[in-house]
């Protein structure tokens, strides 16, 4: 099948406004820059950010250069802080359509039940997020495959789309989708979206022809490489002992293993020898009950991700600052343990910003992706910094990490031009034709969905592990207070 991308109405927002983005200067605001010698961030106060294009070919100690070009567009951000655009490595956007139906769900409950992007898209982008892997696991038909392709090129994010192989049926198996991936990748024109490759079997398969067929693909495309690694109990697979006896780790293929759950020593020591990285989705860990009790260790290669969304925030700040607190929790409680107490603090605010920003980028294979620094990419955000949140901030770094909302971003720039604006998203008549549609999908897929009852989660797991007790913890006293009603 031959995939042919119908112009859009977002498809001549898109055109308009890169017609209409010519330099910028982002001026008078606090900007938080990455030094590319001592690889250490910088701030800069009172600064600007030059854009030309798609790049930044300017960053100034002062608010109006004096080498300012001619006809540029001055931007005021005297009181803002301007930030890289953060970047999502693990996400399944198709899954916006379940929102809120998953709250008390557990991974279990998720691998046995739960199998509207642009919709989820336009979320992330309001919410600063400019950069996004998406692990497209609803590649069950041709059609389901290349309209989430065009939504992700509609929605004017930075999209890596991971079409995912697997043997969705006997009339659209490996063998059929890697056609459709050849044939989309041959007819892609989108300078942001790029066509990428997720697979899951590299444990459960690891000889067999599919395998072989995707393992070629990567070494004749290149393209990056996306995974799900739970291991522990779960016995899910897809280690970086897999990846690398499959050839992957020591290729120059960008690989992001999302979660890495429970990752070993044998298995980190392989993704610092071969440069390959992690995606921590801090929130989804703790919500399914996989956990991470080793990604702390691995932080140097390690990136940041929402995973689904259906069932909690959309953005990465939330999961950054979940990140830190739980990260200082699990080091902290090391201390406590050995009855001593903590002499400092293990996590620094810094370190939780360059995980959601640059090290995304490293991740994906683009040292241009999350920083502020000259020839980087133009994806920023703006911060308004006298919000009552923000309001008095003296580091910038903490105000956005630890007191920041996601309604305090004024602007978000993809690739140099504005997609939000003043704390609107950019021609939002098309978003609210989005959002009817949407809403409309949403309302009967859901009514579906209510009829379908949770799995009894007794016996074994897929992978033989049994089932556990959880203790029940609740915020009201007497008997039978358990979950409350359900509102769904």
């Known amino acids: 099948m031959m995939f042919r991308s119908a112009v859009t109405p977002a498809m001549l927002v898109l055109f308009h406004v890169a017609i209409a983005a010519g330099a910028k200067l982002l001026s008078g605001g606090t900007m938080i820059a990455f030094d590319q010698e001592s690889e250490q961030l910088r701030v800069i106060r009172g600064g600007s950010v030059l854009i030309e294009g798609d790049r930044i070919t300017g960053v100034s100690d002062v608010a109006s250069p004096l080498d300012t070009p001619a006809g540029v567009e001055f931007v005021d ?235 909690f925030s959309t953005d990465i700040l939330t999961q950054a600052r979940l990140w830190l607190q739980s990260a200082r929790y699990r080091v902290y409680q090391n201390t406590l343990d050995r009855w001593q107490i903590p002499a400092q603090n293990p996590f620094s605010v810094n370190q939780a910003f360059l995980l959601a920003t640059r090290n995304g980028g490293l991740a994906v294979g683009c040292k241009d992706l999350g920083v502020i620094a000259l020839g980087a990419m133009a994806d920023l955000v703006v911060w308004e910094g006298r919000s009552p949140a923000m309001l008095g901030w003296t580091d910038p770094v903490a105000a956005v990490i630890l007191h920041a909302s996601v309604g305090d971003i004024a602007h978000a720039l993809i690739n140099g031009a504005f997609r939000k604006r003043d704390g609107r998203l950019l021609d939002s008549r098309y978003y609210d034709e989005v959002q009817d549609r949407f809403l409309a999908s949403a309302q009967r897929i859901q009514n579906v969905l209510k009829e379908m009852p949770l799995p009894p989660q007794e016996g074994n797991f897929l992978t033989g592990s049994p089932f556990g007790y959880v203790m029940q913890v609740d915020a009201q006293r007497g008997e039978g207070a358990g979950y409350g009603p359900n509102f769904v």
Request: glycine content about 8%; proline content about 3%; hydrophobic content about 40%.
């Open 77 to 311: 951000c005297t009181d803002k802080i301007i930030t890289p655009g953060f970047i999502d490595t693990h996400r399944h956007g198709w899954q916006t359509v379940f929102k809120t139906m998953g709250s008390i769900t557990t991974l279990a409950d998720y691998a046995l039940r739960f199998s509207a992007l642009l919709a989820g898209l336009y979320e992330a982008v309001a919410a600063g997020v400019t950069t996004i892997v998406d692990h497209a696991h609803h590649t069950w038909t041709p059609e389901h495959a290349a309209a989430g392709l065009r939504a992700s090129v509609d929605s004017g994010a930075r999209v890596f789309f991971g079409y995912t192989f697997q043997n969705s049926s006997a009339e659209f198996g490996v063998p059929e989708q890697i056609g459709q991936w050849k044939e989309l990748a041959a007819a892609m024109t989108s300078n942001l979206t790029q066509l990428c490759i997720a697979y899951d079997e590299w444990t459960s398969n690891p000889t067999g022809g599919n395998t072989q067929a995707v393992i070629d693909l990567i070494k004749e495309s290149e393209s990056l490489l996306t995974t799900h690694h739970v291991e522990g109990p779960w016995l899910l697979g897809n280690t970086p002992q897999d990846l690398h006896r499959a050839g992957i780790l020591n290729s120059s293929t960008p690989t992001i293993i999302s979660h890495a759950s429970h990752l070993d020593v044998r298995g980190a020591s392989l993704l610092r020898a071969t440069n390959k990285h992690i995606s921590i989705t801090a929130e989804s860990e703790m919500h399914y009950g996989h956990l991470h009790p080793t990604s702390h260790l691995i932080l140097d290669q390690a990136s940041l991700g929402v995973d689904t969304h259906m069932t």
